[in-house]
């Protein structure tokens, strides 16, 4: 097993951010067809892990933990950045139970019930434990493998890779992707010190609170004594946060004995479902942060 090696990246683990010290890295594909990696993405805004099911075996103990992959999706592109803590035998107890509760998300445990695409007869050999998945774009050929022949074509399975940040006309690139896209933890930050402008008169009641209905990231309260659930997603926003919201909406009605609640959802961008979504849930607005970094 390689010794580990410091990397400037961060990951979530237990709730925490925390820096990798691992430049371990893989690129695979994925086929757009069979996966929506947004199903991903919204997972993981509310769980610690996700198990991201593969056709093709790993050696675990050749590598070194956290670790990158760089997930080739179509056109000849690297279109996500994962992390990913650990390798594990794939097993159908991912799609059942507790644990599938944690480490899938919805959709893709309906697809498996109801057997779309042929899922459960597919071969799959292990599944990657990923605790984030960060959009970027590369051309899948401008990496090299980690003994620093070129990369010729998308990999079958996987193939060890430098990190971008080893790879000189890729070291730019890499710079900027961590700062093009907030972590939902920074973007609660963010949003928190820019209440005002959001609505004026708008103010923190609390944080991360935890309910029946689940962790609402901002409960606030404007000026005319009214609550307001705030809920941060700092990728596409899309219909499903919407349900997410009324449910929260719900609870702090039931809680505070209150029927003066309404909900503001804060997007990086409105997905076309969620604008029709909200059009149809008159106490719920939807709003899109900008963040411009030179």
Request: glycine share 4%; proline share 5%.
């Amino acid at each position: 097993m390689q010794a580990r090696r410091r990397a400037s990246c961060e990951s979530r683990t237990s709730g925490r951010w925390v820096t990798l010290l691992s430049v371990d890295a893989i690129l695979f594909s994925a086929n757009p067809n069979m996966v929506t990696v947004d199903d991903a993405i919204r997972h993981l805004a509310d769980h610690k892990e996700l198990y991201w099911a593969v056709p093709f075996r790993i050696v675990k103990d050749n590598f070194s933990y956290p670790m990158y992959g760089f997930m080739h999706i179509s056109r000849g592109q690297v279109e996500y950045r994962v992390t990913v803590c650990d390798i594990v035998s794939f097993s159908p107890a991912n799609y059942e139970g507790e644990l599938a509760a944690r480490v899938k998300p919805q959709p893709w445990l309906q697809e498996w019930r109801e057997n779309a695409n042929d899922t459960r007869s597919r071969s799959w050999k292990n599944a990657l434990a990923m605790t984030d998945i960060v959009p970027v774009s590369y051309d899948t050929c401008s990496f090299k493998k980690a003994d620093g022949a070129q990369v010729q074509a998308p990999p079958r399975s996987y193939v060890r890779v430098l990190p971008p940040d080893q790879i000189p006309q890729l070291q730019a690139l890499w710079r900027r992707t961590p700062s093009k896209h907030l972590a939902e933890r920074n973007l609660e930050d963010f949003v928190v010190q820019r209440l005002q402008e959001i609505e004026p008169g708008l103010r923190l009641v609390s944080r991360q609170l935890s309910t029946l209905a689940g962790r609402l990231d901002l409960l606030c309260m404007d000026a005319s004594g009214s609550y307001v659930v705030v809920e941060l997603k700092r990728m596409q926003g899309t219909d499903q946060v919407v349900g997410q919201i009324l449910r929260y909406i719900g609870w702090v009605r039931e809680f505070y004995h209150t029927e003066k609640v309404r909900g503001i959802i804060i997007v990086g961008k409105k997905d076309p479902t969620l604008k029709y979504a909200v059009m149809a849930a008159p106490n719920v607005q939807a709003k899109e942060f900008k963040l411009l970094i030179d």
